[in-house]
């Protein structure tokens, strides 16, 4: 129930139902290591959602352990796979990538495909964030055929920005340009609006780094009507009108950018939070 709160955008409700848990947990001495694991892992979750990322590192770092314990390989790297993307959110992708390492070997593209491919995934993206785009171009042209699998916009659109995330590192910005608005228009059409707006960040921090002021300031102008039709909540508006006005003004910089695509992603998953920073001048 807690979990299920939690996926719905309840966190209220999903922090009631965790302290529950918990006070289940200690009332009745329950000690099966796969029920505390499973508690952990949930939880986990929630406080990654939350951002509140060191202490869902600690959880999911405690779910490892005991999934160990209870010897289950599957449920113990699908964890693995959560702490590398909680280390990537706090900039340790070197470790990110190390973790996601550690589940793959857990894994067959056979038995889970699924969970397998999302592991490779992961695995291409921590190593361009960490800096090694070479690598992750190697992973993701070794797995052509596992992608084929899955012909699903969702993935096929998130290939397409991860290709463009590796070439933007290598500053290869044309094709870069290529495959943001690839994806962008893809989420559109798929009525994912608050993604195309965080893929339109990336896209800003293409146009910014060649200099392309003119294309910059046309992408800030088009970005409000299309999100407001879309599904993206008021904060994230506000959020983008600050960009708007940033840009208009040319006092936009790449780390004011990259503020705002983090805030994008942490406020998915609570549209009460409020991007309150203004760009410095």
Do not use: C
């Amino acid at each position: 129930m807690a979990n299920a709160s939690r996926a719905g955008g309840d966190r209220r409700r999903a922090e009631t139902h965790f302290r529950h848990v918990r006070y289940l947990v200690t009332e009745h001495s329950v000690t099966d290591t796969a029920v505390l694991a499973r508690i952990d892992d949930l939880e986990g979750s929630l406080r990654k959602d939350q951002r509140q990322l060191p202490h869902a590192e600690e959880l999911f770092t405690r779910a490892v352990m005991l999934y160990r314990l209870a010897e289950s390989r599957v449920d113990m790297a699908r964890v693995l796979l959560k702490l590398g993307a909680t280390y990537n959110l706090q900039g340790k992708s070197e470790q990110a990538v190390e973790v996601a390492r550690a589940a793959l070997t857990e894994l067959s593209p056979e038995r889970e495909p699924r969970l397998y491919m999302n592991g490779r995934y992961n695995l291409a993206l921590f190593l361009v964030e960490s800096g090694e785009p070479g690598q992750a171009a190697e992973v993701l042209d070794a797995d052509a055929d596992l992608y084929k699998r899955y012909p699903e916009p969702w993935v096929q659109l998130r290939l397409i920005g991860l290709r463009g995330k590796i070439a933007a590192a290598r500053r290869d910005f044309v094709a870069a340009e290529a495959a943001f608005l690839q994806m962008r228009d893809g989420f559109l059409q798929e009525g994912l609006g608050y993604d195309a707006a965080i893929v339109s960040m990336d896209l800003a921090l293409v146009y910014l780094r060649q200099g392309r002021t003119a294309e910059l300031k046309a992408l800030a102008r088009e970005m409000l009507p299309i999100f407001r039709s879309q599904d993206v909540h008021r904060e994230a508006v506000a959020a983008l009108v600050l960009f708007q006005e940033a840009v208009r003004e040319e006092q936009v910089t790449a780390a004011f950018v990259r503020e705002v695509a983090a805030y994008l992603d942490a406020a998915r998953f609570d549209p009460s939070l409020r991007f309150r920073d203004r760009p410095k001048k």
